[in-house]
C-alpha cells in the first residue's frame, strides 16, 4: 500500500514543484537545474560510491561486520537512482543520501527496526547437515573414454 502511495505522491509532487520553480524562475533555468544537479550528482555518486566500496572492502579484509558499509553503498545507489530521476523532490532525497551523517541517522533508524538473528564470518562458519534419504545410493565412479576409431580410411597422400 504504501509502494503504491509512493509511486502517486512522488510524481504529483514533482510537477507541482517543476511548476511552481518554472513560474518563478522560468522554463530555461529550471531545465538547466534539473540537468545540473543530474551531473553533480552522478559525480558525487561516484566519488562516494568509491569510498563506500573501500570502507566495505576494508570490513572484508578486517573481518568486520559488513553491514554499515553495505547500507552506505546501498543509500549511495538509491540516491543515484533518484538524481537522475528529473525533479526536485527527488533530487532534494538523493542529496540528502549523499550526505553521510544524514546515510548514519537513516542507518541507526533501520538498525532500530531490524533484529538480526545470527552472523558469522571466517572461520565459525555454520555447516548444515541433513539426515541420510533411504532413497539415495552413495557410489563412486569413473569416466572411461571410449577407444577412437578413425572414421575413414587414409588417403593416399599420408604414410601409416
Do not use: C
Amino acid at each position: 500500500m504504501w509502494l503504491l502511495l509512493a509511486f502517486i505522491a512522488v510524481p504529483m509532487i514533482e510537477i507541482a514543484l517543476f511548476i511552481q520553480v518554472g513560474d518563478i524562475i522560468g522554463l530555461w533555468p529550471t531545465l538547466f537545474i534539473v540537468l545540473f544537479t543530474a551531473v553533480l550528482g552522478t559525480w558525487l555518486v561516484r566519488t562516494q560510491g568509491r569510498m563506500a566500496i573501500g570502507n566495505l572492502q576494508r570490513s572484508f579484509n578486517e573481518l568486520n561486520d559488513p553491514t554499515e558499509p553495505l547500507a552506505h553503498g546501498a543509500m549511495i545507489l538509491i540516491a543515484g537512482a533518484l538524481l537522475l530521476t528529473p525533479g526536485f523532490f527527488t533530487d532534494a532525497v538523493g542529496f540528502a543520501l549523499l550526505f553521510p551523517p544524514f546515510r548514519v541517522a537513516v542507518f541507526r533508524y533501520l538498525r532500530s527496526r531490524v533484529t538480526v538473528q545470527s552472523f558469522s564470518m571466517g572461520e565459525n562458519r555454520a555447516t548444515y547437515r541433513r539426515e541420510p534419504r533411504a532413497d539415495v545410493i552413495d557410489g563412486e565412479f569413473s569416466e572411461v573414454d571410449p577407444a577412437k576409431k578413425p572414421t575413414h580410411t587414409p588417403s593416399g597422400w599420408t604414410k601409416h
